[in-house]
């Protein structure tokens, strides 16, 4: 079985494309796989916010045109990067075990910052979170890929920035000591829904069937549930919005925002993970 893997070209989605072929090729150890690098509008128009040149569809709509058009199986994506609807034909048909779904506030080492720092953040929902987290703060645009925004960082265009600390993680740039890492905590900043997970898109037929075999079915019924507040709340690229669900004691927990100023939490047994995420929206 030959499975050719649709990704964009940067260091993150590279890595995250790799670590779907392992997981393939883990299940099935005859399976080879090919990597099929593809440019999206996103990874071109770096100078608009996103809600300006097209919303989350700017990451995936050349990768879903090649997926139907047969010139890869499956794709591989940052979970929170999908829209709302998929193409036709399509369905995600895993998702890899969750990564640390926290957001993460990025400053130099060895400098304080200063009484109005200047965060660098383009996504309304962290913005929300740095004012909550630094009195006085000032947010500014910010595009370009982690090692980019890392740079612009380093070179003093902004005193911090925030990103997922599940990519920071994939990277290993954790480990990069001319900066100071803090993760944000839950109660200051819920997570973009479905942040930190990894997911695998394909058409629907047998290959979608195979491949369920490779998913964690944990991080499926929270990958869902999330996705269902985001359905629920109607929300695009440029809403505050959060969600963030974890599966403990055979329940799923899930807690949600419109505007990251009040949140609501509850559980329920997973069977009924639509039905929480209904009565938790219906009442912010």
């Known amino acids: ?28 150890p005859d399976a080879e796989t090919e990597f099929v690098h593809i440019t999206t509008k996103g990874d071109i128009v770096l100078d608009k916010p996103l809600e300006k040149i097209g919303g989350k569809g700017v990451f995936i ?52 910052l200063p009484e109005k720092p200047v965060i660098g953040t383009s996504s309304t929902r962290r913005t929300a979170g740095v004012r909550k987290l630094l009195t006085g703060a000032v947010t500014a645009d910010i595009r370009g890929n982690v090692d980019t925004r890392l740079q612009k960082l380093y070179d003093g265009q902004y005193d911090g920035i925030v990103l997922a600390a599940a990519g920071l993680s994939r990277l290993g740039a954790l480990s990069d000591e001319r900066f100071v890492f803090t993760g944000i905590d839950l109660g200051t900043l819920i ?80 069977a009924d993970r639509f039905g929480l995420a209904e009565r938790l929206v219906s009442v912010l």
């Open 1 to 28: 079985m030959k499975i050719r893997i649709g990704t964009r070209k940067s260091k993150l989605a590279l890595i995250q494309s790799e670590l779907a072929a392992n997981a393939v090729k883990a299940a099935f």
């Open 61 to 112: 709509d050349e990768i879903e045109r090649a997926m139907i058009a047969g010139e890869i199986d499956i794709a591989v994506h940052s979970a929170k990067d999908l829209p709302l609807e998929l193409a036709a034909g399509t369905c995600i048909c895993a998702v890899l075990p969750r990564a640390d779904a926290h957001d993460v506030l990025v400053t130099r080492r060895g400098e304080t």
């Open 191 to 270: 997570p973009a829904p479905c942040q930190g997970i990894i997911a695998v898109q394909s058409r629907i037929g047998e290959i979608a069937e195979k491949l369920s075999g490779i998913s964690d079915s944990e991080t499926f019924y929270c990958f869902e549930t999330e996705r269902k507040v985001l359905e629920l709340m109607n929300a695009g690229c440029s809403s505050p919005s959060g969600a963030f669900a974890e599966i403990t004691g055979g329940k799923i927990m899930l807690t949600v925002t419109k505007d990251q100023q009040r949140s609501l939490s509850g559980s329920a047994d997973i």
